[in-house]
């Protein structure tokens, strides 16, 4: 008996140790992070880290620990996802679960995280199926908003035959045309292209696309504390964005006293009639604050992104005349040049789109995305991230794949060619990104980038005070964003 019940007690002994193994070992698999590189106390990776170029770091340090890696940005941790494959694999075949948007500190300072760009949960889900259905009653895919983008570009038209040949930064120019886009959808007009308040607004939004190229913004993300009682560029950052939301809280006042339920005649109208539907509930996502949010993303989304590609694509054209040359021998043959380009004649004109897709791709405007994060546990390949963990799916290892761009650091519109010149699809275009958090603005973007662009060149041929082969086309690198070079062009009449 004695004997019988020591072994009894031995195999109970070895079963238990077998089962603690195996729940350790199944923790452990579970608990299997990506790799990266040693992260020190409070700084994280600065060390490893380049902040002036952090998607050339990036770059590097997938070659070493693969796709899927972590970096910390001081003590916040991210998980970078690096080439098409995993890109993919988690915006698109696990959207829900790399939904949320990360946060950095720069964006929470400057956001709050309440607007339809920065906010997650159910604030978000709201937020953007209201934008989403509001803008499309407003003209947003519809033709009543291509005949805005081409009435507009009919009045930037001729402001550009008006410099009568002298050379200038067209920068501004764009801007403003791009901007009034977005202005009669949200405030319910565009502004007159000298109208003062404007002028001043467009200032800020300039001013800070130069003020984010600097280090301390990037510095601001790793230690945003320190930062805040530091003075620098960031600061000045921050002030714009406080005078561009004074400025949306003011028009939102406008609106609030001369408001007709029946007849809302803008975004701002419609989100102050769903705010007085609401009124009764307690945890509505619909308030003034909401509200001023959400029109600050749409209307700093709305005019940056667009304007600073064609800026940029016009850099590139300079350089390349050859190009233009053909893009005009499609627009003279499709549209003539007696009427408007319209959204139809693209499917027409195959050239002219596989340049305006190569010069989405070469630019890279976004490089790291707009950051998201996973908003539950997740797993991830044979890895485990933790909720709130911030994701880099980072575009520019889409946009500058070699496997499907040959030579992807050349500007080249036979990346989206066939052989026999109509156009080719690629599934690593992904300048929009892909996902539940792909840009609610695409459609408007690609229509406003198409009709501009041909508008102008319909019109006018453009003069380098450079030699043509002397124009530097790589963009002004920052973690943020990618920006064109400064430049002055001539626009001849044709």
């Given at each position: 008996m004695l004997l019988l019940g020591t072994t009894t007690?031995?195999?109970?002994?070895?079963?238990?140790?077998?089962?603690?193994?195996?729940?350790?070992?199944?923790?452990?698999?579970?608990?299997?992070?990506?790799?990266?590189?040693?992260?020190?106390?409070?700084?994280?990776?600065v060390l490893h880290l380049d902040l002036w170029n952090l998607p050339e770091s990036l770059k590097k340090l997938s070659k070493k620990y693969g796709p899927v890696f972590t970096v910390h940005l001081g003590?916040?941790?991210?998980?970078?996802?690096?080439?098409?494959?995993?890109?993919?694999?988690?915006?698109?075949?696990?959207?829900?679960e790399f939904s949320g948007r990360g946060i950095l500190p720069l964006f929470r300072k400057l956001f709050q995280g309440t607007g339809i760009v920065t906010?997650?949960?159910?604030?978000?889900?709201?937020?953007?199926?209201?934008?989403?259905?509001?803008?499309?009653?407003?003209?947003?895919?519809?033709k009543s908003i291509?005949?805005?983008?081409?009435?507009?570009?009919?009045?930037?038209?001729?402001?550009?035959?008006?410099?009568?040949?002298?050379?200038f930064n067209p920068g501004v120019f764009l801007i403003h045309a791009v901007s009034n886009i977005i202005c009669s959808?949200?405030?319910?007009?565009r502004f007159d292209y000298e109208d003062k308040k404007f002028l001043t607004l467009i200032e800020l939004l300039e001013e800070n696309n130069k003020l984010q190229n600097s280090i301390q913004p990037q510095l601001y993300n790793v230690f945003p504390t320190l930062m805040d009682y530091l003075p620098g560029p960031h600061q000045k950052l921050i002030q714009n964005i406080e005078k561009v939301d004074q400025f949306v809280l003011e028009i939102i006042a406008e609106h609030q006293k001369t408001l007709d339920p029946t007849c809302p005649r803008d975004f701002i109208d419609a989100f102050l009639n769903k705010m007085e539907q609401e009124k009764e509930n307690s945890h509505s996502e619909f308030t003034v604050e909401t509200l001023s949010r959400t029109t600050l993303d749409l209307f700093l989304a709305g005019t940056g992104t667009t304007s600073i590609t064609l800026r940029h694509g016009l850099l590139i054209l300079m350089k390349y005349p050859q190009i233009v040359e053909k893009i005009q021998k499609e627009i003279d043959c499709v549209i003539g040049r007696n009427r408007s380009p319209c959204m139809a004649d693209r499917s027409?004109?195959?050239?002219?789109?596989?340049?305006?897709?190569?010069?989405?791709?070469?630019?890279?405007?976004?490089?790291?995305?707009?950051?998201?994060?996973?908003?539950?546990?997740?797993?991830?390949?044979?890895?485990y991230i933790p909720k709130d963990t911030i994701i880099f799916p980072m575009l520019s290892s889409v946009l500058h794949d070699s496997k499907e761009f040959p030579n992807p650091e050349k500007f080249d519109p036979g990346h989206f060619l066939n052989a026999n010149g109509t156009f080719k699809k690629s599934d690593h275009f992904?300048?929009?990104?892909?996902?539940?958090?792909?840009?609610?603005?695409?459609g408007l973007a690609r229509m406003e980038i198409f009709i501009f662009?041909?508008?102008?060149?319909?019109?006018?041929?453009?003069?380098?005070?450079?030699?043509?082969?002397?124009?530097?086309?790589?963009p002004l690198v920052s973690s943020l964003a990618n920006m064109p070079r400064p430049y002055e062009v001539s626009f001849v009449p044709r």
């Open positions: 007690i031995f195999l109970l002994i070895c079963i238990s140790c077998l089962l603690l193994l195996a729940a350790r070992k199944s923790i452990s698999q579970k608990e299997k992070q990506p790799p990266g590189p040693f992260s020190l106390p409070l700084i994280g990776n003590p916040q941790k991210v998980v970078v996802l690096y080439g098409y494959d995993v890109v993919k694999e988690a915006l698109i075949d696990q959207a829900d906010s997650n949960g159910e604030t978000w889900k709201q937020l953007r199926r209201f934008a989403l259905t509001t803008l499309r009653d407003f003209g947003m895919g519809k291509e005949e805005r983008i081409q009435e507009e570009a009919r009045f930037l038209v001729e402001r550009i035959r008006n410099t009568r040949e002298q050379p959808v949200v405030f319910g007009d027409q004109m195959p050239y002219t789109d596989a340049v305006i897709h190569e010069i989405q791709r070469f630019i890279d405007f976004l490089p790291l995305n707009v950051p998201h994060s996973v908003i539950k546990d997740t797993k991830f390949r044979d890895y992904m300048p929009f990104s892909a996902g539940k958090r792909i840009c609610a603005g695409e662009l041909t508008s102008i060149l319909q019109n006018f041929t453009l003069k380098s005070v450079i030699d043509h082969k002397d124009i530097d086309i790589s």
